[in-house]
């Protein structure tokens, strides 16, 4: 069964810093991982989709890397604003009775002003 | 291209009584999940729906269950409804492929 975890749970860091989010799978046999963006109380905004056969994949501010053998992936965040608030979540897409998503229970981010 | 909504945003039940969500998918996207995410919790599976036939599911007992519809929305249906079912209910639409998926804003239920 996969199993996904999220280090650390919260980080509360100055604006302007560079921070960075860990993930970590247990199986390696995945389709792609995927961080996602919520903001409290509301849906998931995608932010990047990394391929099993990839390494990165960057946007704007942020860059996701995925190790798929080692079962990880970072999140790097540049130059975080107190907008970059919010629960990051991390999601690996496996087959198991379904393509399915199985998702970390998140990293809550405050960048205080 | 307009993206995944779900309605009601918020629902308030009283246990025992049954719930029906709706969401309506992506345009171009005809498979959809259902997933529960509890407090501070990440989401889980419940089931996917595609050709509107159930193509897998979670572990979740049979009085959650769905309907997709040709337009390829869908429905979520819990019975019996107990206090822990208490969670934000999100859709997610995808292509057949399944590689990359779209979220609804999702819909908060709460059972006193």
């Known amino acids: 069964k996969q199993e996904v975890t999220q280090i650390p749970a919260a980080l509360s860091v100055p604006e302007g810093e560079n921070l960075v989010l860990n993930c970590s799978f247990t199986d390696s046999a995945i389709y792609n991982l995927q961080w996602f963006r919520q903001d409290p109380g509301k849906g998931l905004t995608s932010l990047l989709l990394i391929q099993s056969s990839q390494r990165e994949q960057t946007s704007g501010r942020l860059n996701a890397s995925l190790d798929k053998s080692s079962g990880r992936s970072t999140l790097y965040i540049a130059a975080s604003q107190p907008g970059d608030s919010a629960t990051y979540l991390c999601a690996v897409l496996t087959s198991g009775s379904a393509r399915q998503l199985t998702f970390g229970s998140g990293t809550q981010l405050t960048v205080l002003p | 291209e307009t993206g995944v909504t779900q309605s009601p945003t918020h629902l308030i039940k009283t246990r025992g009584q049954q719930v029906t969500l709706r969401c309506s998918s992506q345009?171009?996207?005809?498979?959809v999940s259902w997933y529960q995410q509890a407090l501070g919790q990440g989401p889980q599976f419940i089931f996917q729906y595609y050709r509107e036939e159930e193509n897998g599911r979670g572990n979740f007992p049979p009085r959650f269950s769905g309907l997709q519809f040709p337009n390829y929305s869908s429905e979520l249906n819990v019975n019996a409804l107990e206090l822990d079912d208490s969670a934000l209910y999100l859709c997610?639409?995808?292509?057949?492929?399944?590689?990359?998926?779209?979220f609804g804003s999702g819909t908060r239920l709460t059972v006193v």
């Open positions: 345009s171009g996207h005809n498979t």
């Open positions: 997610a639409s995808s292509s057949a492929g399944g590689y990359g998926y779209t």
